[in-house]
């Protein structure tokens, strides 16, 4: 395994407890880590990278332990100020948060890559194992509603998740290219497997997967892909999966999240959680290898745990 490559596929808070685990549990050289771009967005002059920035803060040891998302000892004098003047501040910026959005967004304007700047502020928060955005180019997650079309941090914070979902689409994801670091590991002979972290299929993994080479890549891998469901006894752990799931018609469970990705050609291992083991069968008829442990990761432990279980779990069907 010393030779060994892993790539892992992230969203934003799930995604980044088991990257964390991947770290503690592998050295930096042997793992790679893409994360989902599709949540980016403009807001008030500044270029936002949502799931980027919940990664690397966690990796870093800088994320708010209580929310996943955003720096730990915040402070929030912008975002009062801008209420104060009647501005636009649905969309928490802290000013801890604010400094790395300042930062990014002169950098991209300068003409950096989001790659590049990515490392940039990687390197400033000490930060060794590599974070990759999953492409330069501009993909944006739209989310389809009864009532129209809304970008996602529309849809996911200014409106709460309260819209009935209808559907998905990743503008630019057909004239994207992945990120040249995350083609290279595709390519790489060391890569042993890829990891579909617990993220939410429809707005994490998808808009990863909707880059045209993405595909072509994988569906040509002689690698396994090994996803861990984000569902636990019929309940999504994080975010609105959940309630997406239930207003398209499917049911809240781990094996329709396998039947998901199966049926796309992108599943050879599962993994779910031990409460969950009656549905084992099930998930095995769909042709892939199962595995049942404890998946809710509350602790650095639990983190840990389930990255070693999901690496050994991977090398077993590699």
């Known amino acids: 395994m010393s030779n060994s490559l892993f790539l892992a596929l992230s969203g934003g808070v799930g995604g980044a407890k088991l990257a964390l685990g991947l770290a503690h549990a592998l050295p930096q050289e042997q793992l790679r880590i893409i994360v989902n771009t599709g949540d980016d967005f403009e807001h008030l002059g500044l270029h936002i990278s949502p799931d ?65 700047v990515t490392a940039r502020l990687c390197t400033a928060l000490n930060l060794h ?107 999504a752990v994080k975010g609105p999966l959940g309630k997406m799931l239930g207003e398209r018609g499917l049911p809240c469970d781990s094996v329709q999240i396998a039947r998901y990705y199966k049926e796309r050609g992108l599943l050879d291992g599962f993994i779910f959680d031990e409460t969950d083991k009656k549905l084992e069968p099930e998930i095995a008829a769909l042709g892939v290898k199962t595995f049942a442990t404890r998946t809710v990761m509350t602790t650095l432990s639990d983190r840990t745990r389930l990255a070693r279980e999901t690496i050994a779990f991977a090398e077993k069907i590699a």
Request: hydrophobic share 40%; net charge negative; aromatic share 8%.
């Open 52 to 116: 980027l920035d919940t990664v690397m803060y966690t990796l870093a040891g800088v994320a708010n332990p209580e929310t996943g998302w955003g720096r730990a000892d915040e402070s929030w004098n912008f975002l009062e100020s801008l209420g104060q003047i009647g501005a636009e501040n649905w969309f928490r910026l802290g000013d801890r948060d604010l400094a790395v959005h300042v930062e990014r967004t002169q950098r991209l304007r300068a003409g950096e890559s989001l790659s590049e």
């Open 129 to 235: 194992v590599p974070i990759i955005p999953m492409s330069d180019f501009r993909v944006r997650t739209i989310v389809q509603t009864e009532g129209g079309e809304l970008d996602f941090q529309h849809y996911f914070v200014r409106e709460r998740c309260a819209p009935q979902v209808t559907g998905f689409r990743f503008e630019g994801a057909e004239s994207a290219q992945p990120s040249p670091a995350f083609l290279a590991t595709l390519s790489d002979p060391r890569l042993r497997a890829l990891l579909l972290c617990p993220s939410n299929p429809f707005v994490s993994v998808d808009p990863i997967l909707a880059i045209p080479e993405v595909t072509t890549r994988l569906a040509a891998r002689s690698f396994p892909i090994v996803a861990v469901s984000p569902i636990v006894g019929g309940q």
